[in-house]
């Protein structure tokens, strides 16, 4: 009997695969990068628009806080609305408020992302696939109450660096911040279809790993905001210069390949660790070096 040849491999659906999940990395690129490449514009505007320095966080918090609730909302959206409407719209949107804040100062710092956001948008109308709309309801207590609750409390908390934390001011914000999360959870039990099922946090080791990323991402922001302005006002270092962001991005590689032996329950303690404490020795290192060696070698390579 003769021997029948392999049918030919059909690598159409792979490549489709690969450009949809470019796609999506695309997306989150966008989202990494506007919260961290403000931070490099941070003294340049706290300067012009003579903004204290808590007043500054706002630049950053704003963004946070706004993001996260209509986050919450989004997904809601594509479920009732269609995924790829929901998101093609959401990008558009983040591209154009991208443009606009260029066209009004530090171009360079907000128009990087609206390139991103066109060839995004671009390859999801050619490559996602539209799902059929369902019948629902929007959570917008939710969403309202989650939003609004935060941002009471980080504007307590900033009010507090300036104000003091027994200021009637910060002691209301973090009053009514507490009253409007516990007014949430009361409506997240309640409604037919809460916006975020509190279900999702009955399973340990969900709702541990959702607190170690609570934690590790409030420290990487918050490393972010600080050491930026540390290195470009006291260590000299020019804005397109900032090393932090690229050196978090080339080391995570060679971490992870490291750490993987550890377990599931290891890699996020040990890259917790690493991302916190880098910083205070990058900057003890800088100390050594001096100005010279910064301005030869300013990514420390």
Same mark, same amino acid.
């Given at each position: =009997?003769? !021997?029948?040849?392999?049918?030919?491999?059909?690598?159409?659906?792979?490549?489709?695969? #690969?450009?949809?999940?470019? +796609?999506?990395?695309?997306?989150?690129? =966008?989202?990494?990068?506007?919260? +961290?490449?403000?931070?490099?514009?941070?003294?340049?505007?706290?300067?012009?628009? *003579?903004?204290?320095?808590?007043?500054?966080?706002?630049?950053?918090?704003?963004?946070?806080?706004?993001?996260?609730?209509?986050?919450?909302?989004?997904?809601?959206? #594509?479920?009732?609305?269609?995924?790829?409407?929901?998101? &093609? %719209?959401?990008?558009?949107?983040? %591209?154009?408020?991208? =443009?606009?804040?260029?066209?009004?100062?530090?171009?360079?710092?907000?128009?990087?992302?609206?390139?991103? /956001?066109?060839?995004?948008?671009?390859?999801?109308? *050619?490559?996602?696939?539209? +799902?059929?709309?369902?019948?629902?309801r929007f959570d917008l207590a939710g969403?309202?109450?989650?939003?609004? /609750?935060?941002?009471?409390?980080?504007?307590?908390? !900033?009010?507090?660096?300036?104000?003091?934390?027994?200021? @009637?001011? +910060?002691?209301?914000?973090?009053?009514?911040?507490?009253?409007l999360l516990a007014g949430y959870v009361?409506?997240?039990?309640?409604?037919?279809?809460?916006?975020?099922?509190?279900?999702?946090?009955?399973? *340990?080791?969900r709702s541990a790993a959702l607190l170690? *990323?609570?934690? =590790?991402?409030?420290?990487?922001?918050?490393?972010?905001?600080?050491?930026?302005?540390?290195?470009?006002?006291?260590? #000299?270092?020019?804005?397109?210069?900032?090393?932090?962001?690229?050196?978090?991005?080339?080391?995570?590689? %060679? &971490?992870?390949?490291?750490?993987?032996?550890?377990?599931?329950?290891?890699?996020?303690?040990?890259?917790?660790?690493?991302?916190?404490?880098? @910083?205070?020795?990058?900057?003890? &290192?800088?100390?050594?070096?001096?100005?010279?060696?910064?301005?030869?070698?300013?990514?420390?390579?």
């Open positions: =009997m003769p !021997v029948q040849p392999f049918a030919p491999i059909d690598r159409a659906p792979a490549a489709r695969s #690969g450009l949809v999940l470019a +796609t999506i990395l695309a997306c989150q690129l =966008m989202v990494v990068l506007d919260a +961290t490449i403000v931070n490099i514009a941070l003294p340049e505007v706290k300067s012009a628009l *003579r903004f204290s320095s808590a007043g500054l966080a706002w630049v950053l918090d704003a963004y946070t806080l706004a993001f996260g609730g209509l986050l919450l909302l989004g997904a809601r959206a #594509g479920d009732l609305l269609g995924r790829r409407r929901t998101f &093609v %719209a959401g990008i558009a949107l983040f %591209a154009l408020a991208s =443009m606009a804040g260029g066209l009004a100062s530090w171009r360079w710092v907000f128009f990087v992302n609206v390139p991103i /956001g066109v060839a995004v948008v671009a390859g999801a109308l *050619r490559l996602f696939r539209e +799902t059929t709309p369902r019948r629902g969403a309202l109450g989650s939003t609004l /609750g935060v941002g009471a409390l980080v504007y307590g908390l !900033v009010h507090a660096a300036g104000g003091g934390w027994g200021s @009637p001011v +910060t002691l209301a914000a973090f009053a009514s911040g507490s009253a009361r409506n997240e039990r309640r409604a037919a279809e809460p916006i975020t099922p509190l279900r999702l946090f009955a399973d *340990r080791n170690a *990323r609570l934690c =590790m991402g409030a420290g990487m922001y918050g490393m972010f905001f600080f050491l930026t302005q540390f290195l470009q006002d006291e260590l #000299g270092y020019r804005p397109s210069s900032c090393p932090e962001p690229c050196r978090a991005g080339r080391g995570s590689p %060679a &971490v992870h390949e490291r750490v993987q032996g550890l377990g599931d329950g290891g890699e996020e303690p040990v890259g917790a660790d690493l991302l916190e404490e880098g @910083p205070v020795l990058e900057v003890v &290192v800088d100390e050594v070096r001096g100005p010279g060696d910064r301005e030869r070698d300013p990514l420390g390579s």
